[in-house]
Nanobody, 117 residues
């Protein structure tokens, strides 16, 4: 069984930056296609960025040019670098394997990101 532990969130002013980390434990395969998701207050969880096992990335339109997803396969870690943060980026951020996320399984505790002045 794989567990994900997200960290790196916090309170940041608009225009600021944060880097989130997601460390996988257990039987994690470095070829898993991974995603970062966020859930804003009162809203459904949405997928923000994805990275394939071979490093191909994709983003929602609002994150393009501001967020960068990467991975360190030797450390079973996935990162989300977030720049030029906006209040609408506020939410709890989670990482998960795409397949498990689609089945709404295996979520971690997430990390809170609050963008506010």
């Amino acid at each position: 069984q794989v567990q994900f532990v997200e960290s790196g969130g916090g309170l940041v002013q608009p225009g600021g930056s944060l880097t989130l980390s997601c460390v996988a434990s257990g039987s994690f395969d470095s070829l898993y296609n991974m995603g970062w998701y966020r859930q804003a207050p009162g809203k459904r969880r949405e997928r923000v960025a994805t990275i394939s096992g071979t490093g191909r990335t994709d983003y929602i339109d609002s994150a393009k040019g501001r967020f960068t997803v990467s991975r360190n396969s030797t450390k079973s870690t996935v990162y989300l670098q977030m720049n030029s943060l906006k209040p609408e980026d506020t939410g709890v951020y989670y990482c998960n394997r795409l397949m498990w996320a689609d089945r709404n399984n295996n979520w971690g505790q997430g990390t809170q990101v609050t963008v506010s002045s």
